[in-house]
């Protein structure tokens, strides 16, 4: 199995910088692809950003491009989501996940992802 642990959400301000983080343990050997996802109550979860697990490979939302950054530490099994100028709009559970599929930029639906984090809660003020 893989476990994924997400950390670095809170509140903060329109304009302000967050990183969150996602490390990975158990059967890694397991995971060709990480990705970033967010979901607000009553929508569906939104994919954010997808990392190969070598970080050869990368891919941002439309919505993203410009203002988040996904990058990954293979070293620490960490995958991060640096998210600048946070706007309203960005408030969301935020969400690790990662799948045994050969990276494609096009693997964006929930379905492709077999682990999940537990999410963590991004707030950005107006």
């Known amino acids: 199995q893989v476990q994924l642990v997400e950390s670095g959400g809170g509140l903060v301000q329109t304009g302000d910088s967050l990183r969150l983080s996602c490390v990975a343990t158990g059967r890694t050997f397991n995971i060709y692809s990480m990705a970033w996802f967010r979901q607000t109550p009553g929508k569906e979860r939104e994919f954010v950003a997808g990392?190969?697990?070598?970080?050869?490979?990368?891919t941002h939302a439309d919505f993203a491009k410009g203002r988040f950054t996904i990058s990954k530490d293979n070293a620490k099994s960490t995958v991060y989501l640096q998210m600048d100028s946070l706007k309203p709009e960005d408030t969301a559970t935020y969400y690790c996940a990662a799948n045994g599929l050969i990276f494609r930029p096009q693997h964006q639906q929930n379905y492709e992802f077999d682990y999940w984090g537990q999410g963590t809660q991004v707030t950005v003020s107006s």
């Open positions: 990392i190969s697990w070598t970080g050869s490979g990368i």
